[in-house]
């Protein structure tokens, strides 16, 4: 029997990517996003309804978050992998000048949520039966990240959780966590629009990302080849990081 994952924010973007790649390998994915039409599109680019369910709703609202559990094992029976892609950062400003609702909101959906759909999914399937989780940092958890600076405190956030995680919920279940640099994606498209050619210098690649490049490597921590991996935050940067961060 085939291996089941929930995939959040997947309707595009890195949370497509990943749910591609495990679809390919021969896994079902239930994918969520807040946009109906473009998560029934993925669902048709993943190859249909035997491979991919959607369930539309925001990761934050804790009845989606209960549906979505339901829904997957209603449909599937199973709920082996997680990955907390959901990710938020609705403004741009120094920390000294944040909004603190908007600081509020960053967290709460970034940080809160991700340990939401942990305990939901560990209560329903995999306390019993084991599994893994794969969650989305990001390179400004690790470094300044001006202009991002509450998003980069909450990614900073996710990798202690992926942490304390992985400590308390071994042996049965592995806890892993990627932090991309820019990858091309709509979410991230002020990082680069329209001067891609100047952010690429601080590359030593010589690219920004793609998704796949994240997804193929989620796919991967979510394998038997990673079975003895945890609590680990892959930095997944085009060598970025070897320029001295973010600043």
Do not use: C
Not at 218 to 239: E, K, N, P
């Amino acid at each position: 029997m085939s291996n089941v994952a929930i995939v959040t924010g997947a309707s595009r973007g890195i949370g497509f990517a990943a749910a591609q790649a495990l679809v390919e390998r021969g896994d079902r994915v239930v994918i969520t996003g807040r946009d109906a039409a473009s998560l029934d599109a993925a669902v048709t680019a993943l190859g249909g309804p035997d491979h991919a369910l959607a369930v539309a709703g925001k990761s934050h609202d804790a009845p989606h978050r209960a549906e979505t559990v339901e829904r997957t094992l209603e449909a599937f029976g199973r709920i082996d992998f997680l990955v907390n892609n959901v990710g938020t950062n609705p403004v741009y400003s120094s920390m000294v000048d944040l909004d603190l609702d908007a600081a509020r909101k960053i967290l709460d959906i970034n940080v809160v949520a991700t340990l939401g759909w942990v305990q939901l999914v560990h209560k329903a399937w995999q306390g019993e039966h084991g599994g893994a989780i794969v969650n989305v940092s990001s390179v400004s958890a690790l470094g300044p990240a001006p202009g991002i600076g509450m998003y980069g405190a909450s990614k900073a956030a996710l990798v202690q959780l992926t942490q304390q995680l992985a400590h308390e919920l071994a042996p049965k279940v592995r806890v892993n966590a990627v932090a991309p640099a820019v990858v091309k994606t709509k979410f991230a498209e002020a990082l680069f629009a329209g001067h891609e050619e100047q952010v690429v210098k601080s590359y030593p690649l010589g690219r920004l990302g793609e998704p796949q490049d994240i997804g193929g490597v989620i796919a991967f921590l979510l394998s038997g080849q990673a079975a003895w991996i945890t609590g680990q935050t892959i930095v997944l940067d085009g060598g970025l990081m070897l320029n001295a961060g973010l600043a």
